[in-house]
């Protein structure tokens, strides 16, 4: 159905959104939690994650772009909802003023964050890409969605972050996306579950 596909694009828009609102953000929390030159690692995280999402959906499209393509797109993007506040906080909570980047530990942890924040990326990535694959007839609307969540989140994140900490707009990220699922999962699976997704955005907002 021509709504349908339309919502779909939609949720693809809020991904979108939430994936240049967390890029941003990432430079401004690496900025200030580790050197300034770090922040240039944020965008690096999300050309990987992105990247390597859409060559997986490259080798093995039947499973990630077939019939149930709107299932792995809902929880690619709760996925990324509930790790993102997750990632963040255990980046905030480690302490690195008492490494140096001569210390094999400091890389050590920051290895293991930076996992972390690839998986964000990576599930963005993902619903884009299984997007990408379904609509690709369409592709001119679908990035229409996308070029345009895109915008609207890099400039969000400018006010956003002008009344909030850098810290908290992780739950903006994690709203938009739960936000996002309600969108694609609406039409398979239960009423429960689309009320669950709905309080979850709500909390996410109010957090």
Known sequence: MASTRVATMFGVGL??????????????????????????????????????????????????????????????????????????????????????LHSTMFFAILGLQLVGFFALFFCAGMVISIALFRFRDEIGQLYFFDLAGASLGSLAVIVLLYRYSAPALAFAVSAASLLAALVFLAPVVKPATRILLAVLVMAALAT
């Open 15 to 100: 991904i979108a959104f939430s994936t240049l609102l967390l890029e941003v953000d990432l430079t401004r929390v690496f900025a200030v939690t580790l050197w300034y030159y770090f922040g240039f690692v944020a965008i690096s995280l999300a050309l990987l994650g992105t990247g390597a999402a859409g060559v997986l959906c490259y080798v093995d499209r039947e499973r990630w772009t077939g019939d149930n393509y709107r299932r792995h797109m809902g929880r690619f993007s709760i996925a990324l909802a509930l790790l993102c506040p997750l990632v963040i906080w255990m980046h905030l909570v480690s302490d690195f003023s008492g490494y140096t």
